[in-house]
């Protein structure tokens, strides 16, 4: 079975610019999250969605970043404009509608100067 | 706010000794409870899940939870260099796909 896909893995860009990034979970599974984690902290929820509807959104800054999941499968998260503390790896996870047993991806390393 | 607390670490065990991993969570209602992997540069490997009081072992690693005292506790037994990773902590309010909340995960690191 192959694992949660993402890319792109590495990412630099300036301050006030646009990135975006892709996830493609599991297949089969329908709950698909993106989490945040900078460096010597714990990944903290971004976005969670439910095949393409969010189910909470709550800790996501609004004024620059976005994500969808228009059919229920891939997703992007988009940043604009990027800040400094924006630095950070984005991790996508996905999980079955039967279990809460979630599976990372390998990450993207956003480094924004 | 749902905390999820650890020792930061680093926690330095010699080869072949049990190490033990800590971690407390501040939300009562807090039902489903992991331990997660995380090799530096790598993204988090579930190793461990735990959902109800006691103890639960799967080759060299147990998982202990106390709810009443809101604990839950990793052993490693027979630790090897190959086990040198940031273990994190993770507890969700239920059983079905809510996110996880994360601790800051404990740096372990085997000594050879």
């Known amino acids: 079975e192959a694992g949660v896909a993402q890319s792109p893995r590495y990412k630099i860009i300036e301050k006030r610019q646009s990135v975006a990034f892709w996830c493609n979970p599991i297949?089969?599974?329908?709950?698909l999250y993106w989490y945040q984690q900078i460096l010597g902290q714990g990944p903290k929820l971004l976005i969670q969605f439910q095949n393409n509807g969010v189910v909470d959104d709550s800790q996501l800054p609004k004024d620059r970043f976005s994500a969808e999941r228009l059919k229920g499968v891939d997703s992007t998260l988009k940043i604009q404009p990027a800040k400094l503390e924006d630095s950070a790896v984005y991790l996508c996870a996905s999980s079955s509608s039967t279990g809460s047993e979630q599976f990372f991806g390998p990450g993207t390393r956003l480094t924004v100067l | 706010q749902k905390e999820v607390e650890q020792n930061s670490g680093p926690l330095s065990v010699p080869e072949g000794a049990i190490a033990s991993l800590n971690c407390t969570y501040s939300?009562?209602?807090?039902?489903?409870f992991f331990w997660y992997r995380q090799y530096s540069g790598k993204s988090p490997e579930l190793i461990m899940f735990i959902y109800s009081n006691g103890d639960k072992e799967d080759g060299r690693f147990t998982a202990q939870l106390n709810k009443a005292s809101q604990y839950v506790s990793l052993l490693i037994r027979d630790s090897q260099p190959s086990d040198s990773a940031t273990y994190l902590c993770?507890?969700?309010?239920?059983?079905?796909?809510?996110?996880?909340?994360f601790g800051k995960g404990t740096r372990l690191s085997v000594i050879a």
């Open positions: 993770a507890v969700t309010p239920n059983s079905g796909n809510t996110p996880l909340v």
């Open positions: 939300d009562r209602g807090s039902q489903s």
């Open positions: 297949s089969g599974h329908a709950t």
